[in-house]
């Protein structure tokens, strides 16, 4: 195979991929499958989220490739298989994309982004009315998607159609009320349930607030990591175990490692 002159096209990729899924390409491509690529893609998808996280753009360019060669791959396995092609994948999100604004392809009117919102799962539920498919609003949603998300997902679907709560104070009012329901749990199952509803309700107060929790959970981690850390160093330097401390001095060192590690 001859390389293609401008690697900076798409077309320069869809090549590529399909050369090493030939007979005399990389053993390793040929092997995959849908399913063998499942973990490597979840892998990418969180590498990107990374990059967003620490808004790296730099980064973000090289995990987007990488995310970007997980798709061509997917739809080049897809092609030989006689089950669709990238062309197919890309008609499909460009008809979605045309249907679902009309207000920006048509004479559609729209006042402000939560008309855009409602219109956009008017229209989705049409299109699966139309299609036959399962008609709940919420049963697009991936049920593989991590717990925190799956949960803000599907309070934003129900919000669109109105069912949510008229301004903030009822959603707190309904945290303490969990919270509450925790205290008084009895049992490791009882208290369990109760856990949920409180994640479930936190998840509620970040959606209504525009916070993406996996992300702001994703961040305390990072937080904690780089002050845990700075205690562990601190105590290296000292000669001492941070085993050997006490509860007290480990949280005076927590709050010095606040004050010396970034926010």
Same mark, same amino acid.
């Given at each position: 195979?001859?390389?293609?002159?401008?690697? @900076? !096209?798409? /077309?320069?990729?869809?090549?590529?991929?399909?050369?090493?899924?030939?007979?005399?390409?990389?053993?390793?491509?040929?092997?995959?499958?849908?399913?063998? +690529?499942?973990? $490597?893609?979840?892998?990418?998808?969180?590498?990107?989220?990374?990059?967003?996280? /620490?808004?790296?753009?730099?980064?973000?360019?090289?995990?987007? $490739?990488?995310?970007?060669?997980?798709?061509? =791959?997917?739809?080049?396995?897809?092609?030989? #298989? $006689?089950?669709?092609?990238?062309?197919?994948?890309?008609?499909?999100?460009?008809?979605?994309?045309?249907?679902?604004?009309?207000?920006?392809?048509?004479?559609?009117?729209?006042?402000?982004?939560?008309?855009?919102?409602?219109?956009?799962?008017? +229209?989705?539920?049409?299109?699966?009315?139309?299609?036959?498919?399962?008609?709940?609003?919420?049963?697009?949603?991936?049920?593989? +998607?991590?717990? =925190?998300?799956? @949960?803000?997902?599907?309070?934003?679907?129900?919000?669109?159609? $109105?069912?949510?709560? !008229?301004?903030?104070?009822?959603?707190?009012?309904?945290?303490? /009320?969990?919270?509450?329901?925790?205290?008084? #749990?009895?049992?490791?199952?009882? !208290?369990?349930? /109760?856990?949920?509803?409180?994640?479930?309700?936190?998840?509620?107060?970040?959606?209504?607030?525009?916070?993406? =929790?996996?992300?702001? =959970?994703?961040?305390?981690?990072?937080?904690?990591?780089?002050?845990?850390?700075?205690?562990?160093?601190?105590?290296?330097?000292?000669?001492?175990?941070?085993?050997?401390? @006490?509860?007290?001095?480990?949280?005076?060192?927590?709050?010095? #490692?606040?004050?010396?590690?970034?926010?």
């Amino acid at each position: 195979m001859t390389l293609p002159n401008d690697l @900076s !096209k798409f /077309e320069a990729l869809r090549q590529i991929v399909a050369k090493l899924r030939a007979p005399d390409g990389c053993p390793w491509d040929r092997k995959q499958t849908h399913a063998s +690529l499942r973990e $490597g893609f979840l892998q990418e998808c969180y590498e990107v989220l990374e990059s967003l996280d /620490e808004n790296n753009t730099v980064k973000m360019r090289e995990e987007l $490739g990488d995310l970007l060669l997980h798709i061509v =791959l997917q739809a080049q396995i897809a092609e030989e #298989a $006689g089950e669709f092609k990238i062309d197919d994948v890309i008609n499909d999100i460009n008809e979605k994309l045309i249907y679902r604004h009309p207000h920006v392809f048509s004479t559609a009117q729209v006042k402000n982004v939560e008309e855009v919102l409602k219109n956009w799962q008017d +229209l989705k539920q049409a299109d699966k009315a139309k299609k036959g498919k399962d008609a709940s609003i919420l049963a697009s949603v991936p049920k593989s +998607l991590p717990a =925190l998300n799956y @949960s803000q997902e599907i309070q934003h679907r129900v919000a669109q159609v $109105g069912f949510d709560w !008229k301004d903030d104070r009822g959603v707190v009012d309904k945290l303490v /009320e969990e919270i509450g329901e925790f205290q008084r #749990a009895a049992t490791k199952k009882e !208290k369990t349930e /109760e856990i949920g509803d409180i994640l479930f309700t936190m998840a509620n107060i970040a959606r209504r607030d525009g916070i993406e =929790l996996e992300t702001a =959970l994703r961040e305390a981690n990072q937080k904690f990591y780089q002050r845990f850390t700075w205690m562990e160093a601190d105590c290296k330097k000292r000669g001492v175990k941070i085993g050997d401390l @006490s509860f007290e001095q480990q949280n005076a060192l927590w709050d010095e #490692a606040k004050k010396h590690t970034k926010k």
